[in-house]
């Protein structure tokens, strides 16, 4: 790839609604290339640290940087460039309700390509094929399940080829073969398109099955406590937050 | 010593009994439903409490029958009563089943600080909430309003990103589909303005004028504002409800994040259709508001439709049309502003969209009046 790596890079970062602090001092490194699990207790501010990270919501404090680019100290120009080079898949889908699955993925390739109408016909089929919704172009949002739904946003979410992949608990409300079968497109998605990975979720199948560095927000302390690759975290860390959300809370059992 | 409380109503109740000077014996029978009415358990370890030193109560269920929630928010009650007491609450004498759901309900303590405190504020303070709350307000209208300027001109130089299909199912919504509500509303008002003016120029005997009335009535005022008016209900609401809902749906932040401006693809198709088609709506209410006035006249005032029609005519110039016609495209900027900004600034819950769609027609109303106003003083003066 000749592009720069895209390297997310948070710095003593602090969320917080008015007053209200969500989250405080977070400090980690996205590395290219990794699957990054964002996790934690219900609460804790997970979501919210998602919508710091894709630029919805400005820090209270500290910095996000996108490779030497701190986003909300650069042009507007530059923001809609890094944005331009992110996909989201939110957590209800948010797919345009009143567009098909087709134009829902075929919108950003029309506003930012010049591909024409056979390529980007093309293009749409390729993309839900991949997340095996072929066929379904013409149906609109509320005319699927909860799962294709997910499934269809994500397809929109790759739809130019991002750099980095942000999901936003991509396996609440999946069956369990789906959800299985959307971790390894996940790992495939890496694999073959080099993209950077990064996941909201509580799902601890997905998270020792994929995740290859994570952060842990605690609700309590409001901060994050720990860091690191999950299994790694599962053999050492002695905090024992992290170890009861990472054995179901049986560490007591274990140790 | 003995002590019977709270034996009478069969076929259930408890049997408080006072043993070994500090223990309360429960004796619970029949059946413990949530909606059979007792006496709180507080009220009644009180009693008891006046008249022995507690330190323990314990249960016994035998002939307990059938038991749900209704026993355990009971026992719930004078487990919390205990703690606070210092009395002891042994268990063991309950059902096992009552015994394991009590000890999961306890199991997490009760969080104290979770509970939002209702604490009274003061008026001043009050009074400087308020204005904090509409200085942003202001501010948060004025930044929409800059970015739909924004967007407006990008619109004019033809780099505005909207689809075009969206555009025309604006219109066929905010145009065709209005036409039966404009045509009843403003043929009524037609009516009314000639029912009005007829009362007091009968009695001059001057009861043609009432169509210089009407005419007038309508193309310089009512037409644009009833069509107004009725937009902001119908289609200001509409807009509100629709961008409030994909607020809720994160549609709005996929937009975003897509580097797809809302502003641009979402706000100006609408605006843009309700502004053209506002001016074309007014001429037709301007149109059967006259009618309307036709209708009173010849039906009851004796006057030939030719003559009204005559009357009409040399009463109406082209400026007239032309005020009406540039006050309702105003009011078609007013309206979509208001709709847009307040699905715009939708919170996330479903209420949410409900108190936008409201203060959509709200704010849409009071920007037509007082534009309204406004405009006619200037018209005045400058003399159309």
Redesign the interface.
């Given at each position: 790839m000749q592009k720069p790596v895209p390297k997310i890079n948070v710095n003593d970062l602090t969320m917080a609604y008015g007053d209200f602090v969500i989250q405080r001092d977070l400090t980690f490194e996205i590395a290219t290339g990794d699957i990054f699990i964002i996790m934690g207790g219900s609460g804790c501010g997970k979501s919210t640290l998602l919508?710091h990270l894709?630029?919805?919501k400005a820090p209270a404090k500290g910095r996000v940087l996108y490779g030497d680019t701190s986003f909300w100290e650069t042009s507007p120009g530059e923001q809609?460039k890094i944005?331009?080079s992110?996909g989201?898949t939110?957590?209800?889908?948010?797919?345009?309700?009143?567009l098909t699955l087709a134009e829902n993925v075929s919108?950003?390739l029309k506003?930012?390509s010049r591909f024409s109408d056979a390529q980007i016909r093309e293009l749409v089929f390729l993309k839900l094929s991949l997340v095996g919704l072929a066929g379904f172009e013409d149906f609109y949002p509320s005319e699927i399940s909860g799962g294709m739904q997910k499934r269809a946003a994500l397809a929109?979410a790759m739809a130019l080829d991002p750099e980095i992949l942000f999901f936003d608990e991509p396996s609440a409300g999946l069956d369990p073969v789906s959800a299985r079968r959307l971790d390894d497109l996940i790992l495939e998605l890496r694999d073959s398109l080099g993209a950077t990975v990064v996941i909201v979720t509580h799902e601890l199948a997905s998270i020792f099955a994929i995740g290859n560095n994570s952060v842990f927000l605690d609700p309590e302390t409001r901060t994050m406590i720990a860091t690191g690759n999950p299994n790694t975290l599962l053999a050492e860390c002695q905090h024992p937050t992290v170890r009861s959300f990472l054995t179901r809370g049986e560490a007591e059992v274990n140790i | 010593m003995t002590d019977n409380l709270a034996t009478t109503d069969e076929p259930h109740g408890l049997k408080a009994t006072v043993v070994n000077l500090d223990t309360l014996l429960v004796e619970l029978y029949g059946s413990w439903q949530i909606n059979d009415d007792r006496q709180p358990a507080g009220n009644i370890l009180q009693t008891v409490q006046e008249k022995a030193d507690l330190r323990k109560i314990e249960f016994d269920t035998r002939k307990m029958g059938a038991w749900n929630s209704g026993l355990l928010t009971f026992l719930l009650n004078i487990h919390s009563y205990c703690t606070e007491h210092n009395i002891e609450m042994i268990r063991k004498g309950l059902p096992q089943g009552v015994e394991r759901i009590l000890s999961l309900a306890l199991a997490v303590p009760e969080k104290k600080d979770a509970r939002g405190d209702v604490k009274k504020t003061p008026l001043l303070e009050k009074v400087g909430a308020w204005t904090l709350d509409y200085v942003r307000t202001s501010a948060e209208m004025l930044s929409f309003i800059g970015e739909v300027c924004v967007a407006c001109l990008k619109m004019f130089k033809g780099s505005a990103?909207f689809r075009m299909s969206?555009l025309m199912l604006f219109i066929q919504q905010c145009g065709a589909q209005a036409l039966p509500i404009v045509t009843l509303i403003s043929l009524l008002v037609g009516l009314i303005l000639a029912f009005v003016g007829a009362v007091q120029l009968q009695m001059f005997g001057a009861q043609i004028y009432v169509a210089n009335l009407v005419a007038l009535a309508m193309a310089r005022e009512m037409g644009a504002m009833m069509t107004g008016i009725i937009m902001a209900g119908r289609t200001g609401a509409a807009f509100a409800a629709q961008l409030g809902?994909?607020q809720v749906?994160?549609?709005i932040?996929?937009?975003?994040?897509?580097?797809?401006n809302p502003v641009e693809f979402l706000v100006l198709p609408r605006m843009l259709a309700l502004v053209l088609m506002m001016p074309l709506l007014c001429l037709y209410a301007d149109l059967m508001g006259i009618i309307g006035g036709a209708v009173v006249s010849i039906g009851m005032l004796d006057i030939s439709a030719v003559e009204y029609y005559n009357q009409t005519k040399s009463s109406l110039n082209l400026a007239h049309f032309g005020v009406g016609v540039f006050k309702s495209a105003v009011f078609g900027v007013l309206v979509s502003v208001a709709g847009c900004l307040r699905g715009m600034q939708c919170g996330r819950s479903s209420s949410a969209v409900g108190d936008a769609a409201t203060s959509a027609v709200v704010t849409g109303i009071i920007f037509i009046i007082v534009s309204d106003a406004v405009m006619t003083v200037i018209f005045t003066i400058i003399g159309i």
């Open positions: 919508r894709v630029g919805l809609e944005m331009r992110i989201i939110y957590q209800s889908g948010a797919l345009w309700s009143s919108l950003p506003e930012f929109r | 990103r969206d809902t994909m749906n994160e549609e932040d996929a937009f975003k994040t897509m580097g797809i």
